[in-house]
């Protein structure tokens, strides 16, 4: 089985195409970040994502799933070209599953209006619909017999441009512990997948006006499951990090299109293993790193 996890594309969007109603509030000062240089870090994203689409056809890509941050403001016309950038990266073998990011759900109208249930209905059904608990969420997916997918989201909107937290629901993280004792996942390697990073690459926590407010509680539930990975976005950088407590392995995707910072991740999972490999832009391509280049190359045993 392979898996590539890739996050926060931020499709561009030109400033032009916002409707004068939707700049109130924190999308005006979004929209100032874009013009004075955040967007020019992201301006060949499309470009980008076909070559990612053009990586997983030659890489026998069995899944892919994505860690949100499809857009910059949350709007409609943003959502549509991410759709239409992404759409080559969803006909996977196993198909294409996502989490909305912070970007996403970047102010109230955007969950209001329900965009990304919307634009990306077709990759929220779920294989175990009883837990679905809080919208689509968590979500699942049994992959062949030995591989489970669980989404949840910790997208929010928040109203002060100085905010950009993320929180999973009490009840989302309470049904990851039934999860857990489902007979289903008995045998399964599971992949539990967010947008926000409960932990940075150092092992610590992030700001709480940055970062997942609950995080502990988020590592606690997924402490639950004996044979667990987390997959995170948010964060602009590829990394890995364990967890103290419990030895489980959380990768973030980092960006795959941020400019000098594009990255990605790469699990093949057989007879008992998961080896993750970290992608990477080499300017024409994406290519994965050598081990014996750098040593970005993780392997772990499935059962700890």
């Given at each position: 089985m392979r898996i590539l996890h890739y996050s926060d594309p931020h499709i561009p969007t030109p400033l032009c195409r916002v409707p004068l109603t939707k700049w109130l509030g924190k999308r005006a000062i979004g929209?100032?970040?874009?013009?004075?240089?955040?967007?020019?870090?992201?301006?060949?994203?499309?470009?980008?994502?076909?070559?990612?689409?053009?990586?997983?056809?030659?890489?026998q890509i069995d899944l892919v799933v994505c860690t949100g941050d499809y857009t910059a403001l949350g709007l409609n016309h943003e959502y549509q070209e991410a759709v239409l950038s992404v759409k080559p990266l969803m006909d996977a073998l196993?198909?294409?599953?996502?989490?909305?990011?912070?970007h996403d759900y970047y102010v109230a109208d955007t969950l209001n209006e329900k965009r990304f249930y919307t634009y990306f209905a077709d990759t929220l059904s779920s294989d175990m619909p009883e837990y679905q608990v809080d919208g689509p969420w968590p979500?699942?997916?049994?992959?062949?017999?030995?591989?489970?997918?669980?989404?949840?989201?910790?997208?929010?909107?928040?109203?002060?441009?100085?905010?950009?937290?993320?929180r999973i629901s009490d009840?989302?993280?309470?049904?990851?512990?039934?999860?857990?004792?489902?007979?289903?996942?008995?045998?399964?390697?599971?992949?539990?997948?967010?947008?926000?990073?409960?932990?940075?690459?150092?092992?610590?926590?992030?700001?709480?006006?940055?970062?997942?407010?609950?995080?502990q509680h988020f590592l606690d539930s997924c402490a639950q499951f004996q044979q667990a990975i987390i997959l995170c976005g948010h964060v602009h950088k590829c990394y890995h990090t364990k967890v103290p407590e419990t030895g489980q392995t959380i990768f973030c995707a980092g960006?795959?299109?941020?400019?000098?910072?594009?990255?990605?991740?790469l699990f093949d999972i057989d007879h008992g293993r998961v080896r993750a490999?970290?992608?990477?832009?080499?300017?024409?391509?994406?290519?994965?790193?050598?081990?014996?280049?750098?040593?970005l190359t993780y392997d772990t045993d499935c059962h700890r």
């Open positions: 929209g100032v970040n874009l013009f004075l240089g955040r967007s020019r870090l992201f301006v060949n994203a499309p470009e980008k994502l076909a070559a990612l689409a053009r990586f997983k056809n030659e890489n196993q198909g294409y599953i996502n989490v909305p990011g912070n979500l699942v997916k049994l992959i062949g017999d030995k591989v489970a997918v669980v989404a949840v989201n910790s997208a929010r909107p928040n109203s002060l441009p100085w905010v950009s937290s993320g009840i989302q993280l309470e049904t990851l512990a039934h999860l857990s004792n489902d007979v289903r996942f008995i045998n399964r390697f599971v992949l539990i997948m967010t947008h926000y990073a409960p932990l940075l690459a150092d092992g610590s926590f992030d700001s709480r006006l940055h970062g997942l407010t609950n995080a960006s795959a299109t941020m400019q000098n910072k594009e990255g990605f991740w490999t970290q992608g990477r832009w080499n300017g024409i391509e994406y290519r994965l790193v050598m081990k014996s280049t750098e040593n």
